[in-house]
């Protein structure tokens, strides 16, 4: 009988832990650590809050994206909703129906945990939870703008699921949560046992635990 696979919790000895940035969201600590060989080394880290991406798909099989400029990879991104978990213990499906209104002013009736990953764990502790939701509509009232923001840059298209594994899969989408989102939806669709297989919005979140 072979192996489970499945992550597992683990520490390993932290010795000491300095903070030398502190930044408006996220910070990075350098720690040092005893390795199983007794040495000890030092792991500098991006210290995140956490995220959430919604995958938002419509009754004819079209995905919500939006293109957005990301700095750091000097590349204009296509995307799917998405934002920080930056208050201390918010319910990460709050957190979603929130992005989704913000950057989309759009609603969902059907939430569905669809994927949770983390960003870059060599680097980053920075875990990430995908949502899909189902029965979209547009929301009521003002569409909420923040003239400040980068956000205000954003183009939405409303794009068939196939053709955006197409593009991952070609090497033209490399967003991680786009990626993993498109893909793990296309994984579950073609499951015997389809989109039950996955998880209740509220499903526990061990990287993240939050209030619910």
Not at 17 to 40: C, H, L, N, W, Y
Not at 63 to 86: C, F, I, K, N
Not at 97 to 112: I, N
Not at 127 to 141: D, N, P, Q, S, T
Request: include cysteine; hydrophobic fraction near 40%; proline fraction near 7%.
């Amino acid at each position: 009988m072979g192996i489970a696979i499945k992550d597992t919790s683990e520490t390993w000895e932290t010795l000491s832990t300095r903070r030398p940035f502190q930044g408006a969201k996220t910070a990075v600590d350098s720690d040092e650590v005893r390795m199983p060989d007794g040495s000890v080394t030092r792991r500098d880290y991006q210290v995140h809050p956490g995220s959430v991406c919604v995958l938002a798909l419509d009754e004819a099989g079209r995905v919500l994206v939006l293109s957005q400029y990301r700095h750091p990879v000097r590349r204009r991104l296509w995307e799917l909703p998405a934002g920080l978990l930056d208050v201390p213990g918010e319910n990460p499906l709050h957190g979603a129906q929130r992005e989704l209104y913000e950057e989309a002013h759009v609603k969902a009736e059907d939430w569905r945990v669809l994927a949770d990953f983390y960003a870059s764990p060599g680097g980053s502790d920075e875990a990430i939870r995908i949502f899909l939701a189902r029965g979209v509509a547009h929301a009521e009232g003002e569409r909420y703008e923040d003239a400040a923001s980068e956000e205000a840059d954003m183009q939405l298209e409303w794009v068939p699921l196939a053709d955006l594994v197409r593009g991952v899969l070609a090497g033209e989408l490399g967003n991680p949560g786009l990626v993993t989102g498109v893909l793990a939806l296309s994984a579950a669709l073609a499951s015997e046992a389809g989109l039950d297989t996955l998880r209740p919005a509220l499903a526990p979140w061990p990287a993240r635990p939050y209030e619910s």
